[in-house]
């Protein structure tokens, strides 16, 4: 069993050491010193057995580095600790090889451990190989006869100690060893010097020899699909070549070329069999380096494989951008032309509601002044004016009046015609309810006036905005009446709702800064997703809040169906361009609700999505009242 000698004048620390080591007891002995007196003398008398010398920089007495300069343990690892070490004597130390390592106070156990593990491996190794291996060829026998190589665990511990070393050190070892068995004796030439441009394999032959390259460099190269020779690797000092092919006797992978006058070890498979079974201590540093070889060449592979799939996944990514923004701009070419196609029947149609509206008006005052022509007027007007009310409230009123008129369905039209509040005169020769009836034609004029005009407009607005959005009109932001806003869009989907239950909670809001004709858009976009989302038939409630107490005043909008919900999966999703839940037979791009996202976003405000499924959605958009900056953003 080796021993450790652990050296440190502070007591208490080294008792510290000692519990910290207490995993490797099993396969060390632990002696100490506490002074540099007792280190000189445990040395001297354990110096057969003492593998490492573990101590304090400074002592009681001294210096602990004085020890290892005076002192013969040039075979004994040597590490130093200190808080607060002498650079300059440690630099020195270190490069005179003095000391194998140094260890900054204050360590972490499992440091301390891997360390010292580290080291007594290097030991083990150095003094395997100073003690087994021969400066000839010698018979396997004479290894063969020592007790700890006949012993499997032993060898076995060894060879698992290579992994220690790092590439560049396993492979030096295994070159300096081979070449102490040649030294004297290398009658098959396997020392070998070649200048440059020297061929060592070739791509597609046999290849019979393992090429250790002690100096210089050797280029790998091999032929694409297109059968065009490219360099692959540079092969440095340290290194094999040949050795998948040399081991499989299979063609060549590549082909190997001297760059520069190179030194290299060649051998072939009788000089290697007979190197390996005349030197077994040879078998285990020289299988891990070819192991490592072959493992390197394959994390390479691996790491190429993933590195190339990173590149196909951006170039994919790249190429999707690319794509969208090709549909964007193609979308703003498209809509400069729709715009403009739109503008001038859109003009005239504005230009003809507005006549039709004033020329009606001046038509019905040619009548006699009766007190139904009056009534006939002003339901007129109310349906050109009137803003929709809400399924509830409709429900209600209709409820009261049948009480009076009997007739549910002349009841509900008063209602609508919001005459439920009045006496109604008779027109000439009519009885009641065929002047109902007629008064109902005078509301259905107004209200299809009302909304021709309301859509025209709403359609300028869009021409406007679509001007816009295409680079060719600059939008302005102004003080702004959300009601206003969030009426006319409803006044749009008025023939759709018929079969909704229209619930409207508004606060008093102040006016905000925004560009509302594209928060109409928003609006539009919800409303309608919520239409599509409940198949024409359910509950819509539209709530204002306002929130003038926070540091930054602002209003909410709240829009809510009663649809069937948005999965957590999808809510992660439906701001993201393209990306769509509309079933057959209801048309979408999969860009409204981003275009809403980014106009929302423009005016600094956001838009949350509360949802439960199979119960509800509900769109929340909070919007600040004031937004000074707003002008210097392009929200379409």
């Not at 995993?23 to 010193?33: D, K, N, Q, V, W």
């Amino acid at each position: 069993m080796l021993t450790l000698l652990c050296v440190d004048s502070d007591s208490q620390r080294l008792a510290q050491i000692k519990q910290d080591l207490l995993p490797l007891s099993a396969r060390l002995t632990f002696i100490e010193a506490t002074n540099l007196q007792q280190a000189e003398k445990l040395i001297l008398q354990e110096k057969q057995n003492i593998a490492l010398i573990l101590s304090a920089q400074t002592l009681s007495d001294g210096d602990a580095i004085s020890i290892f300069k005076r002192s013969q343990c040039n075979l004994i690892r040597k590490i130093v600790y200190a808080a607060t070490p002498c650079i300059e004597k440690l630099t020195a130390c270190i490069n005179q090889g003095h000391i194998d390592y140094f260890l900054q106070l204050p360590y972490q156990a499992k440091e301390l451990t891997q360390i010292v593990q580290t080291q007594m491996s290097s030991y083990k190794i150095y003094h395997q190989q100073r003690t087994y291996l021969p400066n000839s060829i010698v018979d396997r026998t004479c290894l063969l006869d020592k007790p700890e190589l006949s012993n499997s665990t032993n060898f076995q511990d060894r060879f698992l100690d290579y992994s220690l070393y790092s590439d560049s050190e396993l492979s030096n070892l295994v070159i300096k060893s081979l070449y102490k068995v040649l030294e004297e004796k290398d009658e098959h030439n396997v020392r070998r010097r070649y200048s440059a441009n020297h061929l060592l394999t070739r791509e597609g032959e046999k290849n019979r020899f393992l090429w250790f390259i002690t100096k210089g460099e050797v280029l790998l190269r091999k032929r694409n699909a297109h059968g065009e020779m490219q360099d692959i690797t540079i092969m440095q000092a340290g290194t094999m070549v040949g050795g998948m092919s040399f081991l499989t006797e299979e063609a060549a992978f590549s082909t190997g070329i001297t760059l520069v006058p190179t030194e290299v070890l060649k051998v072939d498979n009788a000089i290697f069999s007979q190197i390996m079974q005349s030197n077994s201590a040879l078998l285990a540093p020289f299988t891990n380096l070819l192991l490592r070889n072959f493992n390197r060449r394959l994390q390479h592979s691996i790491s190429t494989e993933l590195a190339l799939q990173e590149t196909l996944q951006s170039l994919d990514v790249a190429h999707n951008q690319l794509v969208e923004s090709e549909k964007m701009a193609v979308l703003g070419q498209l809509v400069a032309g729709v715009a403009h196609e739109l503008n001038n029947p859109v003009a005239a149609i504005l230009r003809g509601s507005e006549t039709l509206i004033s020329l009606i008006s001046t038509l019905i005052g040619y009548d006699n002044r009766s007190e139904f022509s009056l009534l006939a007027q002003k339901t007129l007007r109310q349906g050109l004016t009137l803003i929709p009310l809400s399924t509830s409230e409709i429900r209600q009123r209709t409820n009261i009046l049948q009480a009076t008129i009997k007739d549910k369905k002349l009841a509900k039209q008063l209602v609508n015609m919001n005459l439920d509040n009045l006496n109604i005169p008779l027109a000439n020769n009519l009885n009641f309810q065929e002047t109902i009836s007629l008064l109902s034609k005078y509301h259905q004029a107004g209200t299809i006036l009302r909304n021709s005009n309301a859509c025209a407009a709403r359609i300028a607005d869009l021409v406007k905005s679509l001007k816009h959005y295409a680079g060719q009109d600059s939008e302005r932001s102004a003080p702004t009446n959300i009601h206003e806003g969030l009426e006319e869009t409803l006044i749009i989907f008025e023939n759709r709702l018929k079969n909704y239950n229209v619930i409207k909670e508004y606060q008093d809001l102040p006016d905000i800064d925004c560009h509302p004709i594209e928060l109409q858009q928003v609006w539009t976009n919800i409303i309608s997703n919520a239409i599509d989302a409940t198949d024409g038939k359910g509950l819509l409630k539209i709530s204002t809040v306002n929130l003038p107490y926070d540091e930054n005043p602002s209003i909410q909008v709240i829009i809510e169906d009663d649809g069937p919900g948005i999965p957590d999966h999808i809510k992660a999703k439906i701001f993201e361009l393209n990306y769509t839940t509309k079933r057959e037979g209801n048309f979408g791009l999969g860009i409204g609700l981003t275009i809403c996202a980014q106009i929302i976003n423009c005016h600094n405000g956001f838009i949350e999505i509360e949802s439960e499924v199979g119960k509800f959605s509900r769109f929340i958009v909070t919007l600040p009242v004031f937004n000074p900056h707003i002008e210097s953003k392009n929200c379409s």
